[in-house]
């Protein structure tokens, strides 16, 4: 089994009863494979790193960066995975979140790119349905949401390279006229 087929499994597995997880995982992975191949990065580093980006959310959104990078280590060691490379992954999985990486001296290629496929999950309709709906659950008020929203819209231009938006435009665009229309009540 190759290493690929080993994280894929252990993600399916963690990811079992997750349906929106897994929606986004594969989401992240596809559109960071695609981005990869364009912009030259190791593709093998990227695609473990895509998985395993969102794997621990046991202590919550604020600390799962560290925590998945801390767990892809321990997984990868455990499976053989030479040390120089787990260190190019955990910095990658390290990279895609936005807050975290505008403090990293030297974000790699591949960091960059995971960055750009995660946010760019966050700039189509199903990310903005997800939002959506997580806050009426939360039961914030409707101006709120169209906050939110306009924010998660402004990561259009943080994105790390014209190619990724290139590659969101489209769904960009329509997620645009949906929460302008939102305005319109
Ligand atoms: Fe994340
Ligand atoms: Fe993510």
Request: proline share 2%; hydrophobic share 40%; with cysteine.
């Amino acid at each position: 089994m190759t290493i690929i087929s080993k994280v894929n499994k252990f993600v399916k597995s963690k990811y079992d009863n997750d349906e929106y997880n897994w929606i986004h995982n594969e989401f992240v992975t596809k559109h960071a494979l695609k981005l990869g191949k364009l912009l030259e990065a190791d593709l093998e580093i990227l695609e473990i790193a895509a998985r395993l980006h969102d794997i621990d959310f046991s202590r919550g959104k604020k600390f799962h960066t560290e925590d998945s990078a801390k767990l892809a280590e321990k997984f990868l060691k455990k499976e053989g995975y030479p040390s120089k490379k787990i260190e190019q992954v955990k910095l990658a999985i390290m990279c895609h979140t936005h807050s975290i990486i505008k403090t990293i001296k030297r974000p790699s290629l591949e960091g960059k790119i995971l960055h750009d496929a995660d946010k760019m999950w966050l700039l189509t309709p199903a990310g903005i349905a997800r939002a959506i709906a997580h806050r009426y659950k939360e039961n914030t008020s409707y101006e709120f949401i169209i906050k939110t929203l306009n924010k998660l819209l402004n990561f259009f231009s943080e994105l790390q390279f014209d190619t990724s938006r290139k590659m969101i435009k489209k769904d960009y665009e329509l997620c645009r006229k949906f929460v302008e229309g939102l305005k319109d009540v």
